[in-house]
């Protein structure tokens, strides 16, 4: 058996269109697919979606990668979102204070108007736990549109 290999972590801005995973049963372009050839093989930390863009980190240490994947670890994800759809401050509430939508809870997460731009209102949303369509299963509650997510930080 050789040396252990060297843990290695990347930024990487995924382009909304990329799927993130490392093959494509509908023959999408994926990230790994738009990586140069002499990376190594490589997983991402988290997901984000065909239709989400930002920050993604991708690392070759499998445990780093569910290490920081779980909740248990309270990393903090940010996100700017732009939205097309009726914003009242007890919806913001609502959010911030943890809510239920069909039988999922999800924990309170920090949701603040960043600004608007009739019609679009873009918000800051901050949280850690990150379930499955998380951001858009919320939007789709309060029947907004989303226009754009972007992950800023991780």
Not at 101 to 120: G, L, M, S
Request: with cysteine.
């Amino acid at each position: 058996m050789g040396p252990p290999t060297k843990t290695l972590l990347f930024k990487f801005y995924k382009p909304k269109g990329l799927v993130t995973s490392h093959s494509d049963e509908k023959g999408r372009k994926t990230v790994f697919e738009s990586l140069p050839a002499k990376f190594p093989r490589l997983m991402s930390v988290g997901r984000l979606d065909l239709n989400s863009e930002g920050l993604l980190l991708l690392t070759n240490n499998g445990e780093l990668a569910r290490k920081l994947e779980l909740p248990s670890s309270n990393i903090l994800r940010v996100y700017k979102l732009c939205i097309k759809g009726n914003v009242k401050s007890r919806m913001i509430r609502e959010i911030n204070s943890g809510i239920s939508i069909k039988e999922i809870n999800y924990k309170k997460i920090t949701v603040k108007i960043d600004k608007f731009q009739a019609p679009y209102t873009w918000l800051i949303v901050k949280l850690k736990e990150g379930k499955n369509r998380e951001i858009r299963n919320i939007c789709r509650f309060f029947k907004w549109n989303v226009i754009k997510l972007i992950r800023i930080q991780y």
